[in-house]
């Protein structure tokens, strides 16, 4: 601040970038306007701000108490902010207290009207040097942060993220689901190789459950976070499983008695490799703890929280399919062979209930196949505005598979 005013003391300086913006905007005319703002004690134009005489006359003003602020008005701060806020700071002035203001990228190159470019040009000048007058200095700190990551969601995405992350310090893998995977697990052949998804994925699960710097908490999302970058405090929901993951065998001998088909694995490959009960099919009748070699049951079993201390989240939740029925016209809720893509991908998958067989629902295996793209995307009234990226390539594959299973299906 200027010790007489205790008004700031703002330099604004702007670049002609050899005639890329001045050739476009009157940076002249700049000048004049901003000269009489409050706190402007110096404007000036430069053939390259970014030249050693540019930054040495930004220097030398501030070297010699001339100016204490600093406006340029060049091309992104993306090339050159860092090396005038180190000029700024070599030079003695917070380098917090140094803008750039892009007219380059996002005036002279992207307008052809030199009067309306030059208005906006003039407009974000202004706005900094108003942003200046407010500005406080600000110090870097320095804060321990801590060595573990959590990662939200064990699809693909998520198992890779904690693998990798994993190579180095440790990390918590949590997924909502009962077993990780994600929609992947659901998928029969991926493109674009045709390999099958579980032949890719299911070594990856393993060694997320195996690894000694993961660990893996399912059925858990996060309650709440506090804190900040580098420091969190989450707080973690479990949801019961009802079974004791860390002594079922997966023997099945409790889902041979249950009367109500309540216990069960979620599929032959699940990781975490354990039975789950389903309460809302559950009588408690006790039968499963009985047999159960291991006393892995936990009837009692009930949710839980905990609070997990990490430097970085990464959230990896992947997507949600849109419910079809809600566009009426494609009658998917009327009739039994109007399928999802994704109950395609089912019947296919190692999750499937068709014995990995396309099937309609009278069991003959389809003769004709339609796909309708883009449901629910694109469409601003119903399911989602944008485009999901990936129905178009997943139906070519689905069209393939069907060919692949009946050579002479009419696929359109
Ligand atoms: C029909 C269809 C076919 C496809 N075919 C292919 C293909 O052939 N090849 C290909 O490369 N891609 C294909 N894809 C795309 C592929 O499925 C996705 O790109 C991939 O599954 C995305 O993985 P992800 O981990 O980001 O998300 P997801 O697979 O959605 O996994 C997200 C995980 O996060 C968990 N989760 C969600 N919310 C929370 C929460 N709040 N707390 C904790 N956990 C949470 C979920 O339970 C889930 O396990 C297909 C997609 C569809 C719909
Ligand atoms: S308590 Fe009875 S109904 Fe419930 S899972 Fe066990 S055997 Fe099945
Ligand atoms: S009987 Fe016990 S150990 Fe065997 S699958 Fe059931 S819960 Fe697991």
Redesign the pocket.
Known sequence: MSEKTGVPKIGVYLCRCGGNISDVIDVESIVDEVSGMDGVVFADVQDYMCSSAGQGQIKNDIEEGRIERVVIGCCSPKLHLETFRAMAKKAGTNPMLLEITNIREQCSWVHDDSDEATRKANGLIKGAVSRMNELESLEPITKDVKDKALV?????????AALEIADEREVIL????P???????G??????TFDC?QCTLTPKMVEVFNHPNITLYTQ???ASVDGNVGDFKVTLHHSPRYVDIDVCTSCGRCADKCPKDAITLPFAQAIPQAYIIDMEKCTECGLCEKVCPTSAVRLEEEAKERQVDVGAITI??????IDPSIIEEYNYNHHPDII???E??DMLSAKSKTGMRLQKADGTMPQKVAFALCVGSRDFNRGNKHC?K??C??SQ??AQLVLKMNKDADVT
Request: hydrophobic residues 40%; proline residues 4%; contains cysteine.
């Open positions: 939200v969601g064990g699809g693909i995405a998520g198992i890779t949590i997924d909502k689901a077993y990780i995977g994600g929609h992947m697990i998928l029969s052949k991926t493109f674009p998804s858990t999302e996060v990896a939740t992947g997507f949600e399919p999802t893509a994704i395609f991908e999901s990936v129905c390539l997943y594959k689905q």
